[in-house]
């Protein structure tokens, strides 16, 4: 039940949520399982940029 209910959370809030490199300010978004994944604290995820392809504390956007 706890990892159902975590998968559809998650779902949930990655439809609304997008990353920004700390190195090149390239806004991109991820997919279910890396979010699952990554590490993280509030306001960041250590995310690999797909456009400059370094590994980095990636912001936490809010999308509108």
């Known amino acids: 039940?706890?990892?159902?209910?975590?998968v559809i959370l998650v779902t949930k809030l990655n439809k609304n949520i997008g990353y920004r490199c700390a190195k090149c300010n390239n806004e991109f978004e991820i997919n279910l399982i890396t979010?699952?994944?990554t590490p993280h604290a509030p306001g960041w995820k250590y995310l690999k940029c797909p456009k400059c392809h370094k590994n980095t504390r990636a912001s936490v956007l809010i999308k509108e």
């Open 1 to 6: 039940f706890v990892c159902g209910a975590t």
């Open 35 to 37: 979010s699952l994944l």
